[in-house]
T-cell receptor, first 114, second 113 residues
Framework: DTGVSQNPRHKITKRGQNVTFRCDPI?????LYWYRQTLGQGPEFLTY????????KSRLLSDRFSAERPKGSFSTLEIQRTEQGDSAMYLC????????????FGPGTRLTVL | KNQVEQSPQSLIILEGKNCTLQ??????????LRWYKQDTGRGPVSLTI?????NTKSNGRYTATLDADTKQSSLHITASQLSDSASYIC????????????FGQGTTLQVKP
């Protein structure tokens, strides 16, 4: 499968715990995006990378959230001290750099914070 | 403010019937508009893409239209099938180097037998 993959697909955690999600983009794509989606809403932009550089972060990305893409390939999104409001689907997408290029989405990681 | 508004929020139709979903946007600078289909618990998948100069694009039973003057788009589904049950999200790409997407909130379609 050469699409975007995300792991785990589901994560249930207790409030206050840390969680980490992984995204593997399409191999030749140099851009990688993280989104958060709550029920009944469209995805909201969190952050994006071009190669290993994190170029933009949304105001939604509080200091409990951190994302990395150390070698310009896979990326991780960590949430520290999770809160119930963090419960959402976390989507990753990748694309080639350039105006208007399609972003291909992964299946998402569903986070439930109890 | 860049915004994408979709209507209706949800829709229930009988299998075999047609339906049309609407999208209004105020996004600038505009690069393209895509309709995505998102099955429950899955990531969005692109159905159609239209640039400023295109006013219609088909993908099987899905036909999208774009009126760049009124900043409106529609997605028409013909002869609906049970597998069409999903959320349909209208997404506008900013004509910027970031490739930033502006998402609508989606229309949830349920096709009943």
């Amino acid at each position: 499968d050469t699409g975007v993959s995300q792991n785990p697909r589901h994560k249930i955690t207790k409030r206050g715990q840390n969680v980490t999600f992984r995204c593997d983009p399409i191999s030749e794509h140099n851009r990688l995006y993280w989104y958060r989606q709550t029920l009944g809403q469209g995805p909201e932009f969190l952050t994006y990378f071009q190669n290993e550089a994190q170029l933009e972060k949304s105001r939604l990305l509080s200091d409990r959230f951190s994302a990395e893409r150390p070698k310009g390939s896979f990326s991780t999104l960590e949430i520290q001290r999770t809160e119930q409001g963090d419960s959402a689907m976390y989507l990753c997408a990748s694309s080639l750099a350039g105006i208007g290029n399609e972003q291909f989405f992964g299946p998402g990681t569903r986070l439930t914070v109890l | 403010k860049n915004q994408v508004e979709q209507s209706p929020q949800s829709l229930i139709i009988l299998e075999g019937k047609n339906c049309t979903l609407q999208c209004n946007y105020t996004v600038s600078p505009f690069s393209n508009l895509r309709w995505y289909k998102q099955d429950t618990g899955r990531g969005p998948v692109s159905l159609t893409i239209m640039t400023f100069s295109e006013n219609t694009k088909s993908n099987g039973r899905y036909t999208a239209t774009l009126d760049a003057d009124t900043k409106q788009s529609s997605l028409h589904i013909t002869a609906s099938q049970l597998s069409d049950s999903a959320s349909y999200i209208c997404v506008v790409t900013l004509a910027s180097n970031t490739g930033k997407l502006i998402f609508g909130q989606g229309t949830t379609l349920q096709v009943k037998p």
